[in-house]
T-cell receptor
Framework: AQSVSQHNHHVILSEAASLELGCNYS??????LFWYVQYPGQHLQLLLK??????LVKGIKGFEAEFIKSKFSFNLRKPSVQWSDTAEYFC????????????FGKGTMLLVSP | DSGVTQTPKHLITATGQRVTLRCSPR?????VYWYQQSLDQGLQFLIQ???????AKGNILERFSAQQFPDLHSELNLSSLELGDSALYFC?????????????FGPGTRLTVL
């Protein structure tokens, strides 16, 4: 069964700092990759996704992620964070096996100080 | 608002009891997923229904069961509750049973077992 590791449980940044959240998965086959975000008091929502093609994908709110197959990684990046990016971020993997279910990492809580 | 509704928002009960959590998917969505979020395990997939049929099973205990009704709403039944079942239970829905269809998450039901 696949698993997802998010290395940082908590990250604290100042506004305008650059962000990179790590995500590694353990599955040797073809994968579909996702980042979800949960803002305080809100539901989980999709930030970006990768199925195939260009390994650099862009999502909403200026976020992007890069799929590096050789490293089994799908790190999330943003060049300059804002206070409104304070949220919990979840990486998720789907093994391309015909099922649509997702395996989530444990999440990274990002706190951006103004 | 994702369009997915869950009731109740909060549930407090005692060990050994049984509870039912309800999920109404977005209008027209045929697929419903249940997830459990706890501090130690993170966000874990429990079970998926598609158009009334069980489609996939994850880390769901035998004390837990679910069903999807003809009107497509779903219920998650948790019985013989233990302290460790205290968690946030999310439901998500998608249009079809495909990883290419985004999963939309509800606000969750917070279950506290005393």
């Amino acid at each position: 069964a696949q698993s997802v590791s998010q290395h940082n449980h908590h990250v604290i940044l100042s506004e305008a700092a650059s962000l990179e959240l790590g995500c590694n998965y353990s599955y040797g086959g073809t994968v579909n990759l996702f980042w979800y975000v949960q803002y305080p008091g809100q539901h989980l929502q999709l930030l970006l996704k990768y199925f195939s093609g260009d390994p650099l994908v862009k999502g909403i709110k200026g976020f992007e992620a890069e799929f590096i197959k050789s490293k089994f990684s799908f790190n999330l990046r943003k060049p300059s964070v804002q206070w409104s990016d304070t949220a919990e971020y979840f990486c998720a993997v789907n093994a391309d096996s015909g099922y649509s279910t997702l395996t989530f990492g444990k999440g990274t809580m990002l706190l951006v100080s103004p | 608002d994702s369009g997915v509704t869950q009731t109740p928002k909060h549930l407090i009960t005692a060990t050994g009891q049984r509870v039912t959590l309800r999920c109404s998917p977005r209008s027209g969505d045929l697929s419903v997923y249940w997830y459990q979020q706890s501090l130690d395990q993170g966000l874990q997939f429990l079970i998926q229904y598609y158009n009334g049929e069980e489609r996939a099973k994850g880390n769901i205990l035998e004390r837990f069961s679910a069903q999807q009704f003809p009107d497509l709403h779903s219920e998650l039944n948790l019985s013989s509750l233990e302290l460790g079942d205290s968690a946030l239970y999310f439901c998500a829905s998608s249009t079809r049973d495909s990883v290419y269809n985004e999963q939309f998450f509800g606000p969750g039901t917070r279950l506290t077992v005393l």
